[in-house]
């Protein structure tokens, strides 16, 4: 079939130019900045935590699973949250209760309190992700829809660099629950500051009882995109949370020195976040994807292996290519899920990868840490990646939806 030249003009002419979509998808990136931060603060602090409670390896890794079990619940209920408020709604509330959530942890006087704000957090922060999803989506066009997630995906990416740093400066001056508290008031601000300046999402999600959740159940493709969410999160979350850990208490490394590395070999993150938005809408998300998780999950594995000689470049490598794998994945689902069933699509895959990749992961490592195996658990999670990545090449994802 001959494609008329015309039609082709003006389907292209449909289409806005990214720039001129671009400032509302950057204020929900400030907003996931806050919200990502909450969560992956206590890596940074986790060395200073331990020791002010007494806590071993195994413990302090399940903080990460407690964080994680909230974000899980409140994800896959978020379907019928957004059913009855908009996304928008469901955003201001999500990141005020965050701030919350941080200061209730920094007010605990007991382990069991702490761990009832981890809960309260991790619910509160996984409201977030699918109405941001289904409100970028609704806000930019289809094919700037891998560019557009690659900008929201800076957030996680400068958190992932900013937090380690944060972490440090505030322990000059204030203790680790100061240190929280500061993080949620700034929470607070910001939601505040999207209630009234904030652009998008005034409609509602499909509820999971509605025919989308059939479709997506019935798909393939969806299951795939559900494993390797995990092992992608598992690449990021689950790796970083347990390395100041792992470099203080095993490498023999200073805590400042530690923190110093993380945060510097997380510098190129923001970005390779933007280069895996452009990789996945020119090379495809399939590629993208796979390419992420064979580069990460070898450099995973050597940060086990090497001696401590090596050890600071396979810091800067492991994290490179891991961030290119989230715009790809949130493409991906994008067009797999029926138009109104995005959000619901985001509500069931992110949480199963948080408690793999950014609960049991780190519990895992904690524990192999406490059976004076810690190296080979970040060598076990660098194999998982490695068949990931395989998986990767097996998906099917159509170019219409």
């Not at 809960?119 to 409100?135: D, E, F, K, R, V």
């Not at 500051?193 to 059939?214: C, D, I, K, N, V």
């Not at 159940?217 to 795939?224: D, N």
């Amino acid at each position: 079939m001959v494609v008329d030249p015309q039609t082709q003009l003006d389907r292209s002419a449909d289409v806005s130019p990214f720039r001129r979509q671009i400032q509302p998808v950057l204020f929900l990136a400030v907003i996931f900045f806050v919200n990502f931060t909450a969560r992956i603060i206590l890596a940074p602090l986790l060395p200073t935590i331990e020791a002010d409670l007494g806590i071993r390896h195994s413990m302090a890794g399940s903080f990460f699973f407690l964080i994680s079990a909230g974000y899980f619940t409140s994800l896959l209920g978020s379907g019928f949250f957004s059913v009855h408020f908009t996304h928008r709604t469901v955003i201001v509330v999500s990141v005020a209760c965050v701030g919350l959530g941080l200061l209730a942890i920094s007010l605990a006087k007991s382990i069991w309190g702490i761990r009832l704000g981890l809960l309260i957090m991790g619910a509160a922060a996984g409201l977030y992700i699918p109405s941001a999803i289904a409100t970028i989506t609704s806000l930019t066009d289809k094919d700037h829809w891998g560019k557009a997630m690659g900008v929201h995906e800076l957030a996680p990416n400068l958190a992932f660099l900013v937090a380690p740093a944060l972490a440090e400066l505030l322990l000059k001056w204030f203790t680790w629950r100061s240190a929280l508290g500061v993080l949620g008031v700034s929470a607070i601000v910001i939601s505040s500051a999207f209630a009234l300046y904030g652009r998008g999402g005034a409609f509602h999600g499909e509820a999971p009882s509605s025919g989308s959740f059939g479709v997506l159940l019935r798909t393939p493709s969806f299951w795939l995109v559900l494993w390797l969410f995990g092992l992608g999160v598992s690449s990021t979350l689950g790796v970083f949370t347990m390395l100041p850990l792992y470099l203080v208490s095993e490498r023999g490394m200073e805590q400042a020195w530690a923190n110093s590395l993380l945060a510097l070999s997380r510098a190129p993150g923001p970005v390779l976040a933007l280069a895996g938005g452009w990789a996945s809408d020119k090379l495809g998300a399939k590629l993208t994807m796979a390419l992420s998780l064979l580069i990460s999950g070898s450099a995973t594995l050597s940060l086990g292996l090497v001696p401590d000689a090596w050890l600071w470049a396979v810091l800067f490598i492991q994290p490179l290519v891991a961030v290119c794998f989230f715009p790809a994945g949130f493409a991906t689902l994008a067009r797999i899920a029926p138009a109104g069933g995005r959000n619901l699509a985001v509500s069931l895959v992110t949480p199963c990868g948080f408690v793999l990749g950014g609960g049991a992961v780190p519990t895992f490592i904690g524990m192999m840490g406490d059976a004076g195996l810690f190296s080979w658990g970040f060598v076990l999670v660098g194999l998982l990646l490695l068949l990931g990545a395989g998986l990767a090449l097996t998906l099917k994802v159509s170019n219409s939806s």
